[in-house]
């Protein structure tokens, strides 16, 4: 699976998301070793259209450090979750269904101060089996509900085909790093 590094207050951690379907968050010591402080098992293949395979978790990021230890994780159950530590020793975790044909990837938009208007607004952009581009937000703190804001369709252009089904899959995705467009 993969491997991402988040800091937080001088521990470091890392993040894996597996075929198996769980993502798990390990602390790493001064001493170099790993210890899992959670695992996340809720993906599961019961919303896919896909039933023949297993659940895989395709890509995770880490929450800019502003919104705290926080990370997404895309899978093929058509589920985006997001695992948030709650307090100094316990992790929580929600779901979005996002797309019945797979989430292949998630990017975090980078931070963005709080305005008086609005407070902070939270975006994960998600690459999704449909060929397009979801985006979910949610209010102030990754702790609170996430609701989808706005998908792009049409995404990907065909480029192939593959046993006579189109090959059309979405990844990676990221944000431009500059705000351009007002997100």
């Known amino acids: 699976g993969k491997k991402e590094p988040h800091h937080e207050k001088e521990i470091c951690q890392h993040a894996s998301c597996s075929y198996d379907g769980s993502v798990k968050i390990f602390s790493i010591s001064k001493e170099k070793s790993y210890t899992v402080v959670y695992t996340y098992t809720g993906h599961n293949s019961s919303g896919t259209i896909i039933v023949l395979c297993l659940t895989i978790v395709n890509c995770l990021e ?9 990370l997404a994780t895309a899978s093929s159950d058509g589920n985006v979750a997001i695992l948030y530590k709650a307090n100094d020793t316990e992790w929580n975790s929600q779901q979005v269904v996002v797309c019945r044909m797979g989430c292949n990837a998630v990017s ?3 931070y963005r101060p709080s305005s ?7 975006r994960v952009a ?7 581009v979801h985006i979910l937000k949610c209010f102030i703190s990754p ?3 996430w609701d989808l ?7 990907v252009i065909e480029y192939g085909m593959f046993l006579g089904v189109l090959s059309s899959v ?5 944000w431009l790093p500059v705000d351009v467009y007002g997100y």
């Open 62 to 70: 880490w929450a800019p450090p502003e919104y705290g230890a926080a």
């Open 108 to 110: 975090w938009c980078p």
């Open 116 to 122: 008086k208007e609005t407070g902070s607004v939270l």
């Open 126 to 132: 998600v690459a999704a089996g449909d060929s397009c």
């Open 143 to 145: 702790s609170n509900p």
């Open 149 to 155: 804001e706005t998908k792009f369709e049409d995404m």
């Open 170 to 174: 979405l990844q990676p995705i990221e």
